[in-house]
C-alpha cells in the first residue's frame, strides 16, 4: 500500500500561489478558509525562500491525539481525514498542529469556531466517495478516481509533489543529485518521523 | 509579522491577565518564540543551518497572502508541548484526583461516618439562609454541575461513550456538551460575582477560623470548635471556590472568544490552567457536597428550606447561635 506524502522543494517553489487556486477552485473552500498558503521568508530579501503548506498528513498525527471527539482518522495510504459530523469546532486540532492546518469558519455572534476543514489530499471524507454530500463538506475525491492532488498537479515548477512516498522521494532524490545539494525538502522529518517531531 | 503581533485592546488585557495568571501559578511551560527579526544568513549567502533552525525550531514567520492568525508561520512546534502536557500530565493526573478525592470521601465515611447531633433535636428552627441566598447557592450549584460534566465529557468521555451510544450520538453529545459549556460558562461568572458580592462579608477569616482548624473542624469525633455564622471549613472552600472562579473564568473567557484572541499559545496555556484549576476546584466540590449532604446530619435542610434545628446551630456554629439568640 502506498504512504501518501506532501513535499514542497524550497529550491523550487516561485510563490505563483497556483496551489492555493487550485485547492481552492477544485474543493469548493468556503470564504475565510485556505486549505493551502505560500510562505515566503525574506521577502524581497537576499536568501529568500517560498513554501507551499498545507495538512502534512503526519505519522502519527498530533491532531488526532487531541480530538475529543475521535473524528479526526488515518487511511491505509497515511491521508488523514475527519468527520464533520462528529467535529464539535473546539479547536484543540489547531491548538496541536505545528503547521497551522485546521481552519475554522467564524460562526454565530461570538464568532466561535465552526466545523473544522482542512486539506484531504484531495481524498474528500468518510461519506461516499464523490456523493454530493462528500462534495459538498469537504470537496474533491481525486485519489477515489485515481488521480493526485489538484495543487501538486497544478504546481507550475513542480516545486510541490505530492504522492506515494517512494516515487516523491526517487523524483526528490534525482534533483539532489543533479543539484548536489539537499536543503530543499521542507517539513519532512517534523511530519513523517514521529520521535523527530520532539525537541 | 505586525498583523501577527497586531491585538485589539480587548485581546490585549486579556493576554495581560493571563501572564498574570502564569505568574500567580507559576505554570511554566516551554512555549516557542517568535523571532522578531529576519532569519540571517550564514554570512556567505547561503542557507545554512541557521536559516532552517529559524524556521523549524523558532518559528519564524514569514510573508503571505492568507489572511489569518499567524498564517505566516510555517511551523509551530508549541503544540506538541501543549499535547504531551494535556494528555500525559493533566488528564491522568486529573483522572487520578478525582477518583482518589471520592476514594478518599468514601473510605472517610466507612471509618467515622456521619457527624450526628449530639442532642436530640429541639424542634425550634432558626432562619440560617434567606431565600435569595439559597437561589444564589442552588444556582451556582446547578451551573457549576452542568460545566463539570460538559467539561468532564470534553476531557475524558472519548475513552469509553462512542462504544456505549455509538459515535454520531457521542458527536451530537459532545456538540451540546460544547455549546452548554461555551454558554453557560459567562453566566456561570456573572452568578458567581453576585455569590461573591453577597457573602465576602461572612467569610473573612478570623481568630475563631484558625483554632477551629486547629482542632480539624470536630469532623473526627471530638470537641466542637467554636464558629460563627460560616465555620473555618465553610470560609476555605468559599475562597477556594472564588480564587479558584477568577482563574477558570478568565481562562474559559480566552477560550470562549477565539476570534478576539491572536496567539495559539494564549489557547493552549489558557486550555491547560483552565482544564487543572476545574479538577482542582472539583475535588474540593465533591468534599463540600459531602459534607454538605451525607456527611453532616441536619446540614443540607439549612440550604434547602432555609432553617435549622436550634440543636444543630449550638452544636455547629456555637458563637451564630448565641448572637442570635442575644439579639431576640
Given at each position: 500500500?502506498?504512504?501518501m506524502?506532501?513535499?514542497?522543494?524550497?529550491?523550487?517553489?516561485?510563490?505563483?500561489?497556483?496551489?492555493?487556486?487550485?485547492?481552492?477552485?477544485?474543493?469548493?473552500?468556503?470564504?475565510?478558509?485556505?486549505?493551502?498558503?505560500?510562505?515566503?521568508?525574506?521577502?524581497?530579501?537576499?536568501?529568500?525562500?517560498?513554501?507551499?503548506?498545507?495538512?502534512?498528513?503526519c505519522?502519527?498525527?498530533?491532531?488526532?491525539?487531541?480530538?475529543?471527539?475521535?473524528?479526526?482518522?488515518?487511511t491505509?495510504?497515511?491521508?488523514?481525514?475527519?468527520?464533520?459530523?462528529?467535529?464539535?469546532?473546539?479547536?484543540?486540532?489547531?491548538?496541536?498542529?505545528?503547521?497551522?492546518?485546521?481552519?475554522?469558519?467564524?460562526?454565530?455572534?461570538?464568532?466561535?469556531?465552526?466545523?473544522?476543514?482542512?486539506?484531504?489530499?484531495?481524498?474528500?471524507?468518510?461519506?461516499?466517495?464523490?456523493?454530493?454530500?462528500?462534495?459538498?463538506?469537504?470537496g474533491?475525491?481525486?485519489?477515489?478516481?485515481?488521480?493526485?492532488?489538484?495543487?501538486?498537479?497544478?504546481?507550475s515548477?513542480?516545486?510541490?509533489?505530492?504522492?506515494?512516498?517512494?516515487e516523491?522521494?526517487?523524483?526528490?532524490?534525482?534533483?539532489?543529485?543533479?543539484?548536489?545539494?539537499?536543503?530543499?525538502?521542507?517539513?519532512?522529518?517534523?511530519?513523517?518521523?514521529?520521535?523527530?517531531?520532539?525537541? | 509579522?505586525?498583523?501577527?503581533?497586531?491585538?485589539?485592546?480587548?485581546?490585549?488585557?486579556?493576554?495581560?491577565?493571563?501572564?498574570?495568571?502564569?505568574?500567580?501559578?507559576?505554570?511554566?511551560?516551554?512555549?516557542?518564540?517568535?523571532?522578531?527579526?529576519?532569519?540571517?544568513?550564514?554570512?556567505?549567502?547561503?542557507k545554512?543551518?541557521?536559516?532552517?533552525?529559524?524556521?523549524?525550531?523558532?518559528?519564524?514567520?514569514?510573508?503571505?497572502?492568507?489572511?489569518?492568525?499567524?498564517?505566516?508561520?510555517?511551523?509551530?512546534?508549541?503544540?506538541?508541548?501543549?499535547?504531551?502536557?494535556?494528555?500525559?500530565?493533566?488528564?491522568?493526573?486529573?483522572?487520578?484526583?478525582?477518583?482518589?478525592?471520592?476514594?478518599?470521601?468514601?473510605?472517610?465515611?466507612?471509618?467515622?461516618?456521619?457527624?450526628?447531633?449530639?442532642?436530640?433535636?429541639?424542634?425550634?428552627?432558626?432562619?440560617?439562609?434567606?431565600?435569595?441566598?439559597?437561589?444564589?447557592?442552588?444556582?451556582?450549584?446547578?451551573?457549576?454541575?452542568?460545566?463539570?460534566?460538559?467539561g468532564?465529557?470534553?476531557?475524558?468521555?472519548?475513552?469509553f461513550?462512542?462504544?456505549?451510544?455509538?459515535?454520531?450520538?457521542?458527536?451530537?453529545?459532545?456538540?451540546?456538551?460544547?455549546?452548554?459549556?461555551?454558554?453557560?460558562?459567562?453566566?456561570?461568572?456573572?452568578?458567581?460575582?453576585?455569590?461573591?458580592?453577597?457573602?465576602?462579608?461572612?467569610?473573612?477569616?478570623?481568630?475563631?477560623?484558625?483554632?477551629?482548624?486547629?482542632?480539624?473542624?470536630?469532623?473526627?469525633?471530638?470537641?466542637?470548635?467554636?464558629?460563627?455564622?460560616?465555620?473555618?471549613?465553610?470560609?476555605?472552600?468559599?475562597?477556594?471556590?472564588?480564587?479558584?472562579?477568577?482563574?477558570?473564568?478568565?481562562?474559559?473567557?480566552?477560550?470562549?472568544?477565539?476570534?478576539?484572541?491572536?496567539?495559539?499559545?494564549?489557547?493552549?496555556?489558557a486550555?491547560?490552567?483552565?482544564?487543572?484549576?476545574?479538577?482542582?476546584?472539583?475535588?474540593?466540590?465533591?468534599?463540600?457536597?459531602?459534607?454538605?449532604?451525607?456527611?453532616?446530619?441536619?446540614?443540607?435542610?439549612?440550604?434547602?428550606?432555609?432553617?435549622?434545628?436550634?440543636?444543630?446551630?449550638?452544636?455547629?456554629?456555637?458563637?451564630?447561635?448565641?448572637?442570635?439568640?442575644?439579639?431576640?
Amino acid at each position: 500500500m502506498a504512504r501518501m506524502k506532501f513535499l514542497c522543494d524550497a529550491e523550487r517553489c516561485i510563490e505563483c500561489n497556483g496551489c492555493v487556486t487550485a485547492c481552492k477552485n477544485e474543493n469548493e473552500v468556503e470564504w475565510g478558509v485556505n486549505r493551502r498558503r505560500v510562505i515566503t521568508i525574506n521577502d524581497g530579501e537576499p536568501n529568500e525562500t517560498s513554501l507551499s503548506v498545507a495538512c502534512m498528513h503526519c505519522t502519527d498525527a498530533p491532531c488526532m491525539a487531541v480530538c475529543p471527539v475521535d473524528c479526526l482518522y488515518q487511511t491505509d495510504e497515511g491521508i488523514v481525514l475527519h468527520d464533520k459530523d462528529t467535529c464539535i469546532g473546539c479547536g484543540y486540532c489547531l491548538f496541536a498542529c505545528p503547521f497551522g492546518a485546521p481552519q475554522f469558519p467564524q460562526e454565530g455572534a461570538f464568532g466561535e469556531r465552526g466545523k473544522m476543514d482542512k486539506c484531504t489530499f484531495c481524498a474528500g471524507g468518510p461519506e461516499e466517495d464523490n456523493s454530493p454530500a462528500e462534495q459538498a463538506k469537504y470537496g474533491a475525491n481525486r485519489i477515489a478516481e485515481g488521480k493526485l492532488p489538484m495543487c501538486a498537479e497544478m504546481c507550475s515548477t513542480k516545486a510541490l509533489l505530492a504522492g506515494d512516498a517512494n516515487e516523491v522521494s526517487d523524483i526528490y532524490r534525482e534533483r539532489v543529485i543533479s543539484r548536489g545539494s539537499n536543503k530543499g525538502a521542507w517539513g519532512q522529518n517534523l511530519a513523517y518521523n514521529a520521535d523527530g517531531r520532539k525537541r | 509579522m505586525s498583523e501577527y503581533l497586531h491585538s485589539t485592546l480587548f485581546s490585549g488585557f486579556l493576554q495581560r491577565m493571563l501572564v498574570l495568571i502564569t505568574l500567580l501559578f507559576s505554570v511554566s511551560l516551554a512555549s516557542t518564540s517568535y523571532a522578531g527579526n529576519v532569519a540571517s544568513a550564514d554570512g556567505n549567502g547561503t542557507k545554512g543551518a541557521d536559516y532552517w533552525r529559524a524556521i523549524n525550531q523558532q518559528g519564524q514567520s514569514g510573508y503571505t497572502t492568507a489572511k489569518g492568525k499567524e498564517a505566516g508561520v510555517l511551523i509551530n512546534r508549541s503544540g506538541e508541548d501543549w499535547r504531551l502536557t494535556r494528555n500525559q500530565q493533566v488528564k491522568p493526573i486529573g483522572q487520578w484526583m478525582l477518583a482518589g478525592t471520592l476514594g478518599v470521601l468514601f473510605v472517610f465515611y466507612l471509618l467515622v461516618g456521619k457527624n450526628r447531633l449530639d442532642q436530640p433535636r429541639s424542634g425550634q428552627v432558626i432562619e440560617r439562609w434567606k431565600r435569595t441566598d439559597r437561589y444564589v447557592h442552588w444556582i451556582v450549584a446547578v451551573l457549576f454541575l452542568l460545566l463539570a460534566l460538559t467539561g468532564l465529557s470534553i476531557l475524558y468521555a472519548k475513552h469509553f461513550m462512542p462504544d456505549l451510544i455509538g459515535k454520531d450520538g457521542f458527536g451530537t453529545y459532545l456538540q451540546v456538551c460544547k455549546w452548554i459549556h461555551n454558554y453557560g460558562g459567562p453566566v456561570f461568572i456573572l452568578t458567581l460575582v453576585i455569590m461573591f458580592f453577597k457573602w465576602v462579608r461572612n467569610n473573612w477569616f478570623n481568630g475563631h477560623d484558625f483554632r477551629w482548624f486547629i482542632q480539624g473542624g470536630g469532623m473526627i469525633k471530638g470537641k466542637h470548635p467554636h464558629a460563627g455564622y460560616m465555620n473555618g471549613g465553610e470560609k476555605l472552600w468559599f475562597w477556594i471556590l472564588m480564587l479558584g472562579g477568577v482563574v477558570i473564568s478568565l481562562s474559559g473567557l480566552v477560550l470562549d472568544f477565539p476570534a478576539y484572541i491572536d496567539a495559539r499559545e494564549d489557547f493552549q496555556l489558557a486550555n491547560l490552567i483552565h482544564g487543572a484549576a476545574s479538577l482542582i476546584v472539583l475535588c474540593a466540590t465533591f468534599a463540600h457536597i459531602y459534607i454538605g449532604s451525607l456527611g453532616t446530619e441536619g446540614a443540607l435542610e439549612g440550604m434547602v428550606n432555609g432553617h435549622v434545628d436550634e440543636t444543630w446551630a449550638k452544636q455547629h456554629h456555637d458563637l451564630w447561635y448565641d448572637e442570635v439568640k442575644s439579639d431576640r
